[in-house]
C-alpha cells in the first residue's frame, strides 16, 4: 500500500510597505504573474469568476518549468488571506493546501507576510527537498518579488 506523508512548510518576512499596499500588490489571484519571477502567465479557466471561491487558475511557469493550475479555496479582505489548493502539477504531491496571510506591522507602518503550506509527498520521494523547493523558490522568491515591484512602483511616484 501507498503510504504518503504529510508535510508542512513555512516561511515569512517583514516589508517595509503599508499592509494595505502589499495587499493590494498580492491580492488578484489571476495578478501572480505580475509580481512572482516564477510565473511566466496566469490565466482563470472557464467556471467561477477570479477571486470567487472555486475558481481555478493555470500559472505557466518560466524557464519552460511547465504548469501548475491552482484552485482558490478561500479569499478575505477582512483577514487578508488567500488560501489555495494545487490541483495539477507535475510535482511528486498529493494534497497541497497553502495560505498566504498578511498582518500590519503597526511599529513602522510594515507589513507582515507568511506564506505556508500543508501537504503530501507522494511514496518515494524526498520530502525535505520538495518541502525546500517550496520555501526557497516559490514563497522565499516571492517576497523578494513582491518588494522588488513595490520598490520600483515607489521609484515611478
Given amino acids: 500500500s501507498v503510504h504518503n506523508s504529510m508535510l508542512r512548510g513555512f516561511k515569512s518576512t517583514v516589508i517595509d510597505a503599508p ?5 493590494g500588490a498580492i491580492k488578484d489571484f489571476n495578478g501572480m ?40 479555496l478561500e479569499f478575505s479582505e477582512l483577514r487578508r488571506t488567500i488560501v489555495y489548493s494545487i ?10 493546501v497553502s495560505t498566504i496571510r498578511l498582518l500590519p ?8 507576510m507568511e506564506w505556508s503550506v500543508e501537504y503530501e509527498i507522494l511514496d518515494g520521494h524526498d520530502g525535505a527537498t520538495q518541502t525546500a523547493f517550496f520555501e526557497e523558490k516559490v514563497y522565499q522568491v ?13 521609484l515611478k511616484n
Fill in 19 to 23: 499592509v494595505d499596499v502589499v495587499w
Fill in 87 to 96: 490541483v495539477e502539477s507535475q510535482m511528486p504531491i498529493g494534497e497541497y
Fill in 33 to 72: 504573474a505580475s509580481w512572482h519571477p516564477l510565473i511566466a502567465e496566469s490565466a482563470i479557466e472557464e467556471g467561477p469568476p477570479n477571486g470567487a471561491a472555486g475558481c481555478t487558475r493555470r500559472l505557466t511557469l518560466a524557464d519552460g518549468l511547465g504548469f501548475v493550475r491552482e484552485d482558490l
Fill in 142 to 154: 516571492g517576497f523578494e518579488g513582491i518588494k522588488a515591484l513595490l520598490c520600483s512602483e515607489e
Fill in 105 to 112: 506591522v503597526t511599529d513602522g507602518n510594515r507589513s507582515y
